[in-house]
């Protein structure tokens, strides 16, 4: 019984100071951040911007799949059999703030 205890102790602690799981970054600070980084060069929401439209990546895509475009496109691409030119450049340097906050935000990108 004090084995329990002790792992439901630990459990609990370091679930308090687990990263959030994918996706879990604020909608609102991954729009601006979409903004500020030029994203709408390559990439349109509502019509506005590039050629690849993320209207509904929201609902098409998991948060982690998302997340994999962004920071691993090669394979992404791979996964999804893509043959988009030029392929998405990988963005693996950003911030995981930035890249959870981005996600979040192209999550709420869901057609009705």
């Known amino acids: 019984m004090k084995h329990f205890a002790l792992f439901a102790v630990i459990a609990a602690v370091a679930a308090a100071f687990t990263a959030p799981a994918f996706g879990q970054g604020k909608a609102a600070d991954g ?20 050629k690849i439209a993320l209207d509904n990546v929201g609902g098409k895509l998991k ?20 043959t988009a030119k030029p392929p998405m450049i990988s963005y693996d340097k950003l911030a995981k703030t930035d890249v959870d906050n981005l996600v ?7 057609q009705q």
């Not at 729009?31 to 590039?50: D, L």
């Not at 948060?63 to 893509?82: C, F, G, L, M, N």
């Open 104 to 110: 979040a935000y192209l999550q709420t990108l869901k």
């Open 63 to 82: 948060a982690e799949d998302i997340r994999e475009w962004i920071v691993s496109p090669k394979t992404a691409a791979v996964k999804a059999k893509s």
């Open 31 to 50: 729009q601006a951040f979409y903004a500020t980084q030029n994203c709408k060069m390559c990439h349109s929401v509502a019509a506005k911007g590039g």
